[in-house]
């Protein structure tokens, strides 16, 4: 619901700022007033084109603020667009042109696009005029009004269609993948056999590496390890001369006391010498290789990392892709059995959305014809008795068919007698095109709007009972809804709960259009003004008086 409206420098308008409440407000004026500016500046904030035309003349721009009572559809949209509105907070549009034609907008001081603004605008307030071709004249909206109007079960036939479109995307994709594994069949079992016999494992060549390192490195020290052994215990080594030394010492050294210390020493390096030799055999037992195992070791590991290059996967790899070849092998040799199994999964799914949607044009079929006979009950007493309104639900060829369903649905009329039944926009006058959106209304209860509806001169061209019956409508409807009218009927002006006045000044220099609230006697008096014209007679007040208390 739209609670404020603050406009500043917006064509004539300086400076505005109203407010407004639930049901009827009717907005009246003379003509020339500048009513229109006041829809275009609402227009304005709802994303409406931001032309530097709409800036006062000598202001640098123009200004316009609208605030809301948002209803739970606008918290969800601005979500998807990254902007949040807590609960209970107010919704606050702000648009600003400027002179030179640029534009921006906010909502809730958050810098939003022109296009947001639409899509708020289409959930927020519908505008009915003589020139607008949105809101009801839309056929495009007209099946999502008459669901609502049935209380169709939309939502069964949504989960079903997505169901059904579900089970044909892998349908299709089992197809896909079947047919691109029956092109590589030859290399997907070549290959498969080649993973099997050669059986890699986990971490295999990681084993085999270092124990080829190992093996290598024992390789290089074997002659130095021989060499060394040699020097220590060989017939002409080291261990040989001072076991020599020793035995020579062991007859001498009596005949002085440091003979006996030589041979002390030299028993300690036989004894060092004996624990070096004895780490040489530990050495050499662990060292020790078969160059057969090293080969068979290369050859396995040269085979593994050629293998991997091939497939272009890490050694590692190998026995995870041989897995998935064989998994692929084994899908496609079953295959005709799985797409038997798919293609009976389609079948169900597309049955089950069928039915769905047959119930729901069901309730579309019996819904349309309570709509019509709704409408026209409302027809006559708007001065279009002649004219004849039908609902169209008919179906939808199958590749038209969605989410919401298999059938196509539009609102018809034909004016007169025996012409033809075509789109509303296509045959209705201005005048009868906002009767006809009235009756609509009225009829729907206003299943689908938006929380504020404006009608834009509904009553032009008509007076007496006409006009009489457009403003019972109107207070009828606005018992649903906030229902904002600009009129130049007294009769629609008298069913107002609220009645503003637009009215343009000039101080000879400078014109400016104003709008204020009328309290219980202005508002007698605008409404005499609009019966009687320029000279407001005391028999036009009385009349003012008996719409005000019919009213």
Known sequence: MLTALSIRDVVLIEALELEFGAGLGVLTGETGAGKSILLDALGLALGRRGESGLVRSGATQAVVTASFDAPPAVAALLADNGLELESGEPLIIRRIVKADGGSRAFVNDQPASAALLRELGALLVEIHGQHDDRGLLAAAGHRALLDAYARGNTRAVAEAHAAWRAAERALDEARDGIAAAQRDREWLEHSVAELVSLAPEPGEEETLAE????????????????????????GDGALTHLRQAARVLERIAEDHPALGDALAAVDRALIEGGAAEERLREAAAALLYDPRQLEDDEARLFELRAMARKHRVQPDELAALAGDLAAQLERLNAGEEGLSGLERAVATARTRYEAAAAEL?????????????????????????????????????????????????????????????????????????????????????????????????????????????????LARLAQATQLLVVTHSPQVAARGATHWLIAKSSDGVVTRTGVRPLDAAERREEIARMLSGATVTDEARAQAERLLEAG
């Open 211 to 234: 124990r080829r390192r190992a093996m290598q490195r024992a390789e290089k020290v074997a002659d130095d390890l021989g060499a060394v052994t040699d020097h220590l215990d060989g």
């Open 361 to 473: 044009t069901a309730m579309r079929t019996a819904a349309a014809t309570r709509l019509d006979a709704a409408v026209a009950d409302e027809l006559a007493p708007l001065k279009l008795d002649a004219a004849r309104f039908r609902t169209v639900v008919a179906p939808l060829a199958e590749a038209d068919w969605s989410a919401a369903g298999r059938d196509r649905v539009e609102f018809e009329i034909a004016t007169n007698p025996g012409a033809p039944f075509a789109a509303l926009a296509k045959i209705a006058s201005g005048g009868e095109l906002s009767r006809f959106i009235l009756a609509l209304k009225v009829a729907l209860a206003q299943e689908g709007g938006a929380t504020t509806m404006i009608f834009d001169e509904i009553d032009r061209g008509v007076g007496g009972a006409v006009a009489s019956a457009i403003g019972e409508r």
